[in-house]
């Protein structure tokens, strides 16, 4: 197939699947708008807060991530029982990792002082951060069945039940937060409360839809609590544990920068939240279509059809830098004006708009490199990317984000700077090992 239609059926997919990523990002952002309403001390217990949720959080998303793999390559080879298996484990995996960190990080929210924040900031933070927490478990059981339903090209159900729970949790920071129909204003706590509400009734109502969808029976498991076989397990963590340890090393490199942010002052803790919001959800457009990517090179793999895989995987690169050219003209026009959105401090405001403009340079390479990432996972190659981002980030970025900010006195700036370089030699890694993954087959081999 042609590279135009490859992207025609990329685009067809990862349309869904991206308005489904904005739409949960969605949650994030309008917890930032509406606590930071509150003024610029719980806008920085919210960047502290999510500066340690996302840690574990994208953990566990990153092991979720094998449910796409073996249900897309199960919905290739019309393997229906080898779907079932893999919602049914993916379940599982996400109702015990869920469980585990939650624990983990419950005992992590009382000893806030190890990370040597701000004093008011640190006070505050342990009971956000605890209700946050909690919210861990439905979060991953939800994603696991998502991620199953996207595999089988079903991704608009959700993308509704999904989109419901945003509605549902703004509507409820507007109730908790601000205390509105006989509630109390329970302030932070309240917007903690609120999601983890909303995460609740998005789980209940990707259960009840996956029940009640004819066309989705036969690939959705008939006994949901059937002993798990291990070596099933096995072969889930054998891709999703480098998967989740590759987006880790991206994720932690970004909280390691918020805790950073400690260290220049709440205005800087703020500004960066701002502008971790703006990239975060711009960021949902390529991460949508990563997924498409994923499901659509696994599904061409596991039907055997070699020849379709580099036109996909050149397809999708090309659609990823056309949005990320577009988006760093709109962060470096309007930085100003979107912080103005979450905050009305104006050294906040000044300090977010400055941020966007390397958001805007560095997002070029972050869309291919989440593309080539995802692409990679569903041809079943994870571990050498989990190296590769170690080293992109944690061996590259973060130390030159340390030396710009603190040798050179760019402070944020000097600390989003690094990240754009670690993203950048992540970037010029990956790409070449997928163009190397994707040969076409041979037609005719020499025979000896």
Same mark, same amino acid.
């Given at each position: ?7 025609? #059926? ?30 610029? +001390? ?12 996302? !840690? ?44 585990? @960190? ?43 069945? +998502? ?12 993308? &509704? ?18 205390? +509105? ?10 917007? $903690?409360?609120?999601? @983890? ?20 029976? +036969? ?97 999708? &690169? ?15 026009? @309007? ?34 490199? !989440? ?32 030396? #710009? ?13 690094? @990240? ?10 990956? $790409? ?17």
């Amino acid at each position: 197939m042609s590279l135009l239609s490859e992207s025609r #059926l990329t685009l067809k997919l990862a349309f869904p699947l991206v308005i489904g990523q904005v739409s949960q990002m969605l949650l994030g952002v309008a917890d930032t708008v509406m606590i930071g309403q509150l003024g610029v +001390k719980e806008l920085a217990v919210l960047t502290f807060a999510n500066s340690l949720f996302y !840690v574990p959080f994208v953990f566990g998303i990153g092991v979720l991530t094998a449910v796409s793999v073996f249900t897309a390559s199960a919905a290739g080879s019309g393997d229906e029982a080898a779907g079932r298996a893999s919602c049914r484990h993916g379940m599982y995996i996400a109702t015990v990792l869920g469980l585990l @960190l939650f624990a983990v990080s419950y005992a992590l929210s009382l000893n806030l002082g190890v990370f040597r924040q701000p004093p008011e900031v640190e006070a505050m933070t342990g009971p956000y951060f605890r209700i946050i927490m909690a919210s861990m478990v439905p979060a991953l059981m939800s994603i696991a069945l +998502k991620n199953h339903a996207d595999a089988l090209d079903r991704p608009w159900p959700p993308f &509704w039940i999904f989109l419901g729970g945003v509605v549902l949790n703004v509507f409820l920071n507007w109730v908790m937060i601000y205390g +509105k129909l006989g509630c109390p204003m329970l302030g932070l706590e309240g917007g $903690a409360y609120a999601t @983890l509400i909303s995460r609740m009734a998005i789980l209940g109502g990707m259960i009840v839809w996956l029940h009640g969808d004819a066309d989705l029976r +036969k690939w959705t498991p008939y006994h949901w609590f059937k002993r798990p076989a291990f070596s099933e397990i096995r072969r889930f963590l054998a891709i999703g544990f480098p998967a989740s340890i590759q987006m880790l090393t991206e994720v932690s490199a970004f909280s390691v920068a918020g805790l950073m942010m400690g260290r220049f002052g709440t205005a800087a803790m703020a500004a960066h939240q701002v502008a971790l919001m703006c990239a975060a959800t711009a960021f949902m457009i390529p991460l949508g279509l990563s997924m498409a990517l994923s499901v659509r090179i696994g599904t061409a793999a596991g039907a055997g059809e070699r020849e379709r895989l580099r036109p996909i995987a050149v397809s999708g &690169w090309w659609i990823g830098a056309a949005y990320s050219l577009v988006g760093a003209l709109v962060f470096a026009l @309007l930085g100003g004006w979107m912080a103005s959105f979450f905050t009305d401090e104006e050294p906040v405001i000044r300090l977010a708009a400055s941020l966007l403009i390397v958001v805007g340079v560095f997002q070029l390479f972050d869309s291919i490199q !989440v593309g080539s990432v995802a692409m990679l996972r569903g041809l079943h190659d994870a571990r050498m990317p989990a190296l590769i981002g170690f080293f992109a980030y944690w061996m590259v970025g973060l130390p030159i984000a340390v030396l #710009l900010s603190m040798k050179f006195d760019l402070g944020a700036v000097g600390v989003w700077s690094g @990240l754009a370089v670690g993203l950048f030699v992540a970037c010029v890694m990956l $790409a070449p090992r997928l163009w190397k993954m994707t040969v076409p087959a041979v037609a005719n081999p020499d025979r000896t």
